[in-house]
């Protein structure tokens, strides 16, 4: 298994993240094939230089380090599994690597797959939001094999700065449930803080000054707080998404037999929220309940 040291890329999944990471990637000097659903969405980057395909088989068959960033554990099945994915098109020795936070054991079954097909795949789930993908500083966190993390390394410190190998195939979902497990909780306790500072009086920046970098600080209060604040909706992670991601989290924990109330209060919270037609906002959306 060797990689040039400018190898082709593809990138699968154009969306908040994905695009500013293929960006960066065509900043680096990286010839990079690019594939979503929808052409449109990726017209910017084909003017920056990304290289359009029409296919999936079309971008595999023609790269030597595949990435994926979809939605749902079902997309991650979709464009890797099946006659016309990733895994029956790459070139034999490509390195796949699935930035979608998804299941561990559907990253397990991906990684066991590609073996048996000469191919090497990583887990790498992200985090640091649509700030950290277009100033190229996300937490990545991977699994797989160490050899292959140090093949990649310098293409993923393109699109990150905390970029960690924390063990076998499935490790780098498990890892991204930990940070997803931190926010959840975290996030109801900026939504209340932001408000209780509303209805005292207070100026809630003025607030945030003062306890952001304290022991209360946190990248959920300094990035976040501010967009709720200013009554900012938009997606830098969507409430959908998020949601997905504690379902996932939710799984796993109750097949290790673990008490986790936090991350079901929490999930109920933005589960309500969806049902108020929010489910494509960003996160930070969950303080309108708590104004209410």
Not at 154 to 161: A, F, N, W
Not at 262 to 278: N, V
Request: aromatic fraction near 6%.
């Amino acid at each position: 298994m060797e990689l040039t040291s400018k190898p082709v890329l593809g990138f699968i999944g154009i969306g908040v993240m994905g695009e500013s990471m293929v960006r960066n990637l065509i900043k680096a000097g990286y010839r990079t094939l690019i594939y979503t659903r929808t052409k449109k969405k990726a017209e910017a980057l084909i003017t920056e230089g990304a290289e359009w395909q029409e296919t999936i088989k079309d971008l595999a068959s023609k790269s030597d380090v595949v990435m994926t960033m979809v939605g749902y554990p079902k997309d991650v099945e979709e464009v890797y599994i099946g006659e016309n994915g990733i895994l029956e098109n790459a070139r034999s020795q490509a390195i796949l690597i699935d930035f979608t936070t998804s299941s561990p054991s559907l990253a397990e079954e991906i990684y066991e797959h590609a073996l048996s097909k000469q191919l090497y795949a990583l887990d790498a789930p992200v985090s640091g939001g649509d700030v950290g993908a277009k100033e190229g500083r996300l937490s990545i966190m991977i699994g797989g094999e160490q050899e292959v993390f140090e093949k990649v390394q310098p293409i993923l410190e393109v699109m990150g700065q905390n970029i960690v190998l924390q063990g076998p195939a499935g490790a780098g979902q498990h890892t991204k449930m930990c940070n997803q497990i931190a926010i959840a909780s975290n996030m109801i306790g900026v939504c209340e803080a932001i408000v209780y500072a509303e209805k005292a009086g207070l100026n809630p920046t003025t607030v945030l000054k003062s306890i952001e970098s304290g022991a209360a600080g946190s990248w959920s209060l300094s990035n976040l707080a501010p967009r709720m604040i200013s009554n900012r909706l938009e997606p830098g992670f969507y409430v959908k998404h998020f949601i997905k991601d504690m379902t996932i989290a939710l799984e796993s924990a109750r097949q290790m037999d673990m008490l986790i109330p936090g991350l079901e209060l929490s999930k109920q919270l933005y589960e309500d929220l969806a049902e108020r037609g929010e489910e494509d906002s960003g996160t930070q959306a969950l303080v309108t309940l708590f104004r209410d």
